[in-house]
């Protein structure tokens, strides 16, 4: 294999990918932080806490199969034993919020989303502030350096008055998955406007075979960043600067109606029904000649033994829309919960998990986009470095352009079940103009009450 360390192209690519990333999640800065840097002295030790138990909250995905692959690691490098539970999201948010609001939650450090509940999170003080372990030299590894996490990272992982909540884990832009064999059999481009999504799905769309032009999340809330990837195209947004929803405005209800057309005529029967691993797999059957999804699903697509479209799949940067070009982002962290009697551990755990290894380990699979600018040199160096160049090049391009794909405010959760709701009636024929306005009228008392609160 080509020693990728000595190509300079790799290098300035990685250079390229960190500053992308960097600056695209900060168009989500938090405003007043500042960086906080560890300074290890010599006094740190794996073995501190040796013979304690864990337990450990991990959502389903390509990040979360990578953390339970490697526990082991972690048990002989510390001597904690590790107890994880790995469920799908909408199951493990649920979870998230009865245990913690029970005061007595059965796990000790949880992966989360931060698009979705960063600000619940907070304002309940769910999660334990971070920076006196990150003080203290003999608790922060020697390699734990912030100033190796993208700038983007650090700002969803800190509050505005300064305290640090948890670890930056992944940034996910979202994408265009395609399939080349498909496109190229009926002579079809890959798209270069919203527009040709919509063309592209309309040719490419064949049922007497099986396949569907388009594919995406149907099922109530998981399908919101579907049409918010359009509606940031269409320069649309979601509160102005009174505090008012803007979710029924022209922009909003061109976007939904892109979504009900390539949901209801160019996805396959049941989409009201699809997360995103339904999505995925009839992807990965060559049944779908496009989804839209976020970056870090490529690993089960370049893995001979679940895919049958190795090879044929392109990465595809969102295309214009009508007033912008913008890849949705999203992104989430790890943190360890307020209420645990082992944070000592816990703090290890989660070193552990942000370590430049694991997220080397990421950018291998395309497992998602990494943090810390470190793990892109090491990937480089290994010679199990597999992910497509394609793939690395749209994450790049898709950073440079990303913008976030959820409001960030307290009930993002009820936002995504009231638009949820909007939009799967859509896929079923309802006036998309008329959800969009229901909708909205429905959730304003409730962000007018959260922000009160």
Same mark, same amino acid.
Request: aromatic share 10%; charged share 20%.
């Given at each position: 294999?080509?020693?990728?360390?000595?190509?300079?192209?790799?290098?300035?690519?990685?250079?390229?990918?960190?500053?992308?990333?960097?600056?695209?999640?900060?168009?989500?800065? #938090?405003?007043?932080?500042?960086?906080?840097?560890?300074?290890?002295?010599?006094?740190?030790?794996?073995?501190?806490?040796?013979?304690?138990?864990?337990?450990?909250?991990?959502?389903?995905?390509?990040?979360?199969?990578?953390?339970?692959?490697?526990?082991?690691?972690?048990?002989?490098?510390?001597?904690?034993?590790?107890?994880?539970?790995?469920?799908?999201?909408?199951?493990?948010?649920?979870?998230?919020?009865?245990?913690?609001?029970?005061?007595?939650?059965?796990?000790? $450090?949880?992966?989360?989303?931060?698009?979705?509940?960063?600000?619940?999170?907070?304002?309940?003080?769910?999660?334990?502030?971070?920076?006196?372990?990150?003080?203290?030299?003999?608790?922060?590894?020697?390699?734990?350096?912030?100033?190796?996490?993208?700038?983007?990272?650090?700002?969803?992982?800190?509050?505005?008055?300064?305290? $640090?909540?948890?670890?930056?884990?992944?940034?996910?832009?979202?994408?265009?998955?395609?399939?080349?064999?498909?496109?190229?059999?009926?002579?079809?481009?890959?798209?270069?406007?919203?527009?040709?999504?919509?063309?592209? !799905?309309?040719?490419?769309?064949?049922?007497?075979?099986?396949?569907?032009?388009?594919?995406?999340?149907?099922?109530?809330?998981?399908?919101?960043?579907?049409?918010?990837?359009?509606?940031?195209?269409?320069?649309?947004?979601?509160?102005?600067?009174?505090?008012?929803?803007?979710?029924?405005?022209?922009?909003?209800?061109?976007?939904?109606?892109?979504?009900?057309? #390539?949901?209801?005529?160019?996805?396959?029967?049941?989409?009201?029904?699809?997360?995103?691993?339904?999505?995925?797999?009839?992807?990965?059957?060559?049944?779908?000649?496009?989804?839209?999804?976020?970056?870090?699903?490529?690993?089960?697509?370049?893995?001979?033994?679940?895919?049958?479209?190795?090879?044929?799949?392109?990465?595809? $940067?969102?295309?214009?829309?009508?007033?912008?070009?913008?890849?949705?982002?999203?992104?989430?962290?790890?943190?360890?919960?307020?209420?645990?009697?082992?944070?000592?551990?816990?703090?290890?755990?989660?070193?552990?998990?942000?370590?430049?290894?694991?997220?080397?380990?990421?950018?291998?699979?395309?497992?998602?986009?990494?943090?810390?600018?470190?793990?892109? !040199?090491?990937?480089?160096?290994?010679?199990?470095?597999?992910?497509?160049?394609?793939?690395?090049?749209?994450?790049?391009?898709?950073?440079?352009? !990303?913008?976030?794909?959820?409001?960030?405010?307290?009930?993002?959760?009820?936002?995504?079940?009231?638009?949820?709701?909007? #939009?799967?009636?859509?896929?079923?024929?309802?006036?998309?103009?008329?959800?969009?306005?229901?909708?909205?009228?429905?959730?304003?008392?409730?962000?007018?009450?959260?922000?009160?609160?």
């Amino acid at each position: 294999m080509t020693d990728r360390k000595r190509d300079p192209s790799l290098d300035k690519t990685r250079r390229r990918l960190v500053q992308a990333g960097a600056g695209a999640a900060a168009l989500g800065a #938090l405003p007043g932080t500042a960086i906080v840097a560890a300074h290890a002295q010599g006094a740190f030790d794996w073995k501190r806490f040796k013979g304690q138990k864990l337990e450990v909250l991990l959502t389903k995905s390509p990040r979360g199969d990578l953390l339970t692959k490697y526990q082991k690691e972690f048990e002989e490098l510390t001597g904690i034993e590790v107890g994880s539970e790995m469920i799908p999201e909408q199951q493990q948010r649920q979870k998230a919020v009865i245990e913690f609001n029970s005061g007595n939650p059965s796990f000790d $450090v949880i992966n989360f989303s931060y698009h979705v509940q960063k600000r619940q999170f907070a304002k309940n003080n769910w999660l334990n502030d971070l920076r006196t372990y990150i003080k203290d030299p003999s608790l922060a590894a020697p390699d734990l350096h912030f100033d190796d996490f993208a700038k983007g990272g650090l700002n969803y992982a800190m509050e505005p008055d300064g305290r $640090v909540m948890s670890l930056p884990f992944n940034l996910d832009p979202w994408i265009i998955y395609w399939n080349k064999e498909i496109f190229a059999a009926k002579g079809v481009a890959y798209p270069t406007s919203f527009a040709e999504i919509v063309n592209a !799905a309309a040719k490419l769309n064949d049922p007497g075979k099986g396949i569907s032009g388009f594919v995406g999340r149907g099922l109530k809330n998981a399908n919101v960043p579907v049409w918010t990837s359009f509606l940031l195209g269409y320069g649309g947004g979601f509160i102005d600067a009174n505090g008012k929803l803007i979710t029924d405005t022209p922009e909003a209800i061109e976007s939904a109606k892109m979504y009900q057309t #390539l949901m209801s005529k160019y996805a396959p029967s049941g989409v009201a029904g699809f997360n995103w691993n339904e999505s995925q797999t009839l992807f990965l059957q060559g049944k779908a000649a496009m989804w839209l999804d976020g970056i870090g699903f490529a690993q089960p697509l370049e893995d001979p033994t679940k895919s049958r479209i190795v090879g044929k799949v392109g990465y595809g $940067v969102m295309p214009p829309g009508p007033k912008a070009q913008v890849s949705a982002l999203f992104a989430d962290g790890i943190g360890m919960s307020s209420f645990s009697k082992r944070k000592g551990p816990a703090w290890l755990y989660l070193q552990w998990a942000c370590n430049t290894t694991n997220q080397a380990r990421m950018l291998q699979a395309a497992a998602g986009a990494p943090v810390r600018s470190s793990a892109y !040199a090491l990937a480089q160096k290994s010679a199990d470095f597999k992910s497509p160049k394609e793939w690395v090049d749209c994450m790049l391009k898709s950073a440079a352009i !990303a913008q976030p794909g959820l409001p960030v405010i307290a009930p993002v959760t009820e936002f995504r079940d009231v638009f949820g709701i909007a #939009l799967t009636n859509m896929i079923n024929g309802a006036d998309a103009a008329t959800e969009l306005k229901k909708a909205t009228v429905e959730f304003q008392p409730v962000l007018d009450k959260s922000e009160k609160a």
